[in-house]
T-cell receptor, first 116, second 115 residues
Framework: KAGVTQTPRYLIKTRGQQVTLSCSPISGHRSVSWYQQTPGQGLQFLFEYFSETQRNKGNFPGRFSGRQFSNSRSEMNVSTLELGDSALYLC???????????????FGPGTRLLVL | AQSVAQPEDQVNVAEGNPLTVKCTYSVSGNPYLFWYVQYPNRGLQFLLKYITGDNLVKGSYGFEAEFNKSQTSFHLKKPSALVSDSALYFCAVTPAEGGRRALTFGSGTRLQVQP
């Protein structure tokens, strides 16, 4: 099976712009979670989507949003970019069903966003 | 709220020697615990997890971890380190109850294996 794919891999934006990142989960997986990784804050949970619905949300401002499509692909959007949004954004997928929170989340390679 | 502590920023070990990467956690109720590894410019790669049952969990690439409820620890171990094990290791926890798939990660431990 192909793993989790994320596009683009690298992105440079300027302050005030918005950005959209894409994630394709492992085939058959219906849960997609997003995490932000920065040197200062480490790995932090952004949100989780399952069956096109946001199921859980982390402690991030409303500038961070996401959505999931019927084929389980997910996008996250960051509006009005700030310098502090520079980070590696990681997407993870799991089947989202019976295993619950004990299910293994499989991570993609990430999108590295640089905000200038 | 849950938390994970990885007290060592870096662990140095000689190739062939045993290695231990420490992790302690805090969570309400029962924990689900995970170890991931990250190589440069890569995402996180799953190593192993504790859900329930045997306290000694075996995972990929010869790694294992021992769940200790009384000490709230989940240390990662390997009997014989390889140079290729050099990477950044993350411990993560999520409560077993509540259904959230939101992992809380530790700050990471860089493992350096010297030839």
């Amino acid at each position: 099976k192909a793993g989790v794919t994320q596009t683009p891999r690298y992105l440079i934006k300027t302050r005030g712009q918005q950005v959209t990142l894409s994630c394709s989960p492992i085939s058959g997986h219906r849960s997609v979670s997003w995490y932000q990784q920065t040197p200062g804050q480490g790995l932090q949970f952004l949100f989780e989507y399952f069956s096109e619905t946001q199921r859980n949300k982390g402690n991030f401002p409303g500038r961070f949003s996401g959505r999931q499509f019927s084929n389980s692909r997910s996008e996250m959007n960051v509006s009005t970019l700030e310098l502090g949004d520079s980070a590696l954004y990681l997407c993870a997928s799991s089947s989202g069903l019976a295993g619950g929170p004990g299910e293994t989340q499989y991570f993609g390679p990430g999108t590295r966003l640089l905000v200038l | 709220a849950q938390s994970v502590a990885q007290p060592e920023d870096q662990v140095n070990v000689a190739e062939g020697n045993p290695l231990t990467v420490k992790c302690t956690y805090s969570v309400s109720g029962n924990p689900y615990l995970f170890w991931y590894v990250q190589y440069p410019n890569r995402g996180l790669q799953f190593l192993l997890k504790y859900i329930t049952g045997d306290n000694l969990v075996k995972g990929s690439y010869g790694f294992e971890a021992e769940f200790n409820k009384s000490q709230t620890s989940f240390h990662l171990k390997k009997p014989s380190a390889l140079v290729s094990d050099s990477a950044l290791y993350f411990c993560a926890v999520t409560p077993a109850e509540g259904g959230r798939r939101a992992l809380t990660f530790g700050s990471g431990t860089r493992l350096q294996v010297q030839p």
